[in-house]
């Protein structure tokens, strides 16, 4: 079994219909209606094809680390020796309010482009509008600390610490890797503004993952 957690870079946002684990039935995305030809793939996809694997995609678009973290606890007893385990994580400053009984993943307003994105987020997810300015202001002068870094970073290593202990195959990746801004974006294959891999750049990836799952090595 191949697991992948993580965000929009993991679930195949923009090449694949809905935005995640359990959201299948949003919009789909004008790249995916006009470019997506027969046989393209996210990157996990690719792998289960090539290494002849099932594959279990557990992610989200906006989804914040705590929501991966999660993902991973929750799947922990089923992931068996010699599955391969891929972590994406996400921008440190995402976080996640516990509303209407379960947690919403808040997008950070530095990653959307401002606060009036954040607004309009916060509008289309949480109805009470005093809650709004709390969240912002606590975006804009705590969610950017180092801190998270260095917390989630420590979070992150001690449960691949485990999942190695079990005879995992485990990666980790963050968004912000120059190896994953490297790969091409639908920005540059369409001209739809996108930051998100293109088919080719899903392609590229899986390939760049293969090498590390068959040359153990690389492993990281």
């Known amino acids: 079994m191949i697991w992948g957690f993580g965000d929009s870079f993991t679930w195949g946002h923009g090449c694949r219909p809905g935005w995640g684990f359990g959201h299948t039935d949003s919009p789909i995305h004008e790249y995916y209606i006009k470019h997506k030809k027969e046989g393209d793939k996210v990157w996990i996809e690719w792998l289960g094809e090539w290494l002849k694997e099932d594959i279990n995609n557990v992610s989200q678009s906006g989804a914040s ?7 991973v606890l ?15 994580m ?6 996640d309010i516990p509303i209407y009984k379960s947690w919403i993943s808040i997008i950070s307003m530095f990653e959307d482009r401002g606060e009036k994105n954040l607004r309009n987020f916060l509008k289309n997810h949480i109805s009470e509008e005093k809650l709004w300015n709390t969240i912002i202001d606590y975006q804009y002068f705590f969610s950017e600390s180092p801190l998270w870094k260095d917390r989630w970073e420590k979070r992150f290593n001690f449960i691949i610490k485990e999942l190695n202990k079990k005879k995992c195959q485990t990666i980790t990746f963050q968004i912000q890797d120059p190896i994953v801004l490297s790969m091409q974006t639908i ?19 899986a390939e760049i993952l293969y090498k590390k799952f068959t040359i153990p090595s690389n492993l990281i």
Request: glycine residues 6%; aromatic residues 22%; charged residues 30%.
């Open 65 to 71: 680390n705590d929501k991966i973290f999660d993902w």
């Open 90 to 95: 996400t921008s440190w400053a995402r976080m």
């Open 187 to 205: 920005w540059q294959d369409s001209g739809i503004f996108d930051y998100h891999f293109s088919f080719a750049g899903h392609k590229r990836f």
């Open 74 to 88: 929750d799947n922990f007893e089923q992931i068996k020796e010699n599955d391969k385990v891929i972590i994406g």
